[in-house]
């Protein structure tokens, strides 16, 4: 794969063209930026309960800090492929990257419905019933639901459904946001069995042919491609990112002490007894909060530093579209990461508030998703015409039991947390129904 084509600034709409004083991919940055569906990231579970404090993340937030870590490798990628490079390349194609990675680091959780992965399993499972129970359509029987799979369709199609072409962003962009680059039902198999996920539905396909085509993607069998390697820097930010900043959430919202983040921010970062001797003169100076967020900011710079060295080991593997894993598991940190990893879901992610999370999003998102599902098994009855109509479908297209399926998903999936339960309540009746 060459960085010329890698870097293309073609649109699916067959544009290339640069608005004035901006490149196409600053352009790209600002879409998602402005768009509604990044806003709603405001009112989206990232972790911790909503309303509890005003410190911990949310999903918006956690995405602008992704963003920043995937620019700041993006640096690093962009100096290791200067180096590898025997031939001269045009220096603005290695400033792109940082917008590129940037930009699909804004837009990473994009397709994540309300309360995260228990709303996705919210959804499955309800779909799963209706196909039984003969509301939905056979076809339906396979449909699993990916945020991934889900971010692409609203990218290249359900933010402007007009004309289907979503926020119309440069292929490059795409091809960095796209993770798992094979469809749905077919990630286990073959070539594909290198990804753990899906990150192209069905509908998507024939648009990121065009991008693999576009961004010259290494094919590694029908439908499947290699990553784009700017994908591997967002993923990385990632998960640099939320299993840092989740550290200091949990000891914000007294869930762990202060021995026990300083603890698992030191592991990570592999702390020289210096740098511990400054957390603790920070904590007495200016007290445990400010301590936290110090030891924190030094960890994220560590982990940047040591996939400094990682991108150059592996850096023609990137290339090649050989590469298998992630930055951080081909990292020398990646034990570190792992152990940290194992202990937060221990301590952080069983505790009884973000359970209690977990528990109020998959009762909310299953009932409405029992619910709107029923226009698609009887769109001509009362109910279902009542409920067409507070979905907003289109009445062109209505007919279509295979598009009222997917308006039902992509309604519901869009939903922030606090209108999810505020439907929820005045649906079911359930007042006062919160967890903040």
Known sequence: MQWEQLLTCERLSGTGRSEVGRSAFNSDYGRVLYSSAFRRLQDKTQVFPLGRNDYVRTRLTHSLEVANVGRALAQELADVAIAFESRSLDPLLYSSMGDVVATACLAHDLGNPPF???????????VAEAVSAGICPAECADFRFEGNAQGLRLLTRTCDPIRGLGLDLTAATLGAFTKYPCPAGQQRQGAAARYKKFGIAPE??????????????????????SRHPLAFLMEAADDISYLIADLEDAFISRIISYDDVIAQLSALGEFSSKLRESVAREHARSGAAAAVRYARACAVGACIRSLRGTIEKIYPCMMSGTLTGSLMKNSDMAAAYESVQAWSVKYIYSHESVLKVEITGFNVIRSLMNLYLRWVSEPDSTLGRKIGAVLHADPTQSANSRYRFLHVVDYISGMTDSYALQTYSSLFGANGCSFA
């Open 116 to 126: 995260g992965h228990s709303g996705e399993s919210a959804i499955d499972e309800a």
């Open 204 to 225: 998507e396909l024939p648009n990121f042919c065009k991008v693999a085509e576009l961004c010259g993607l290494s094919t590694l069998g029908e439908n499947v491609w």
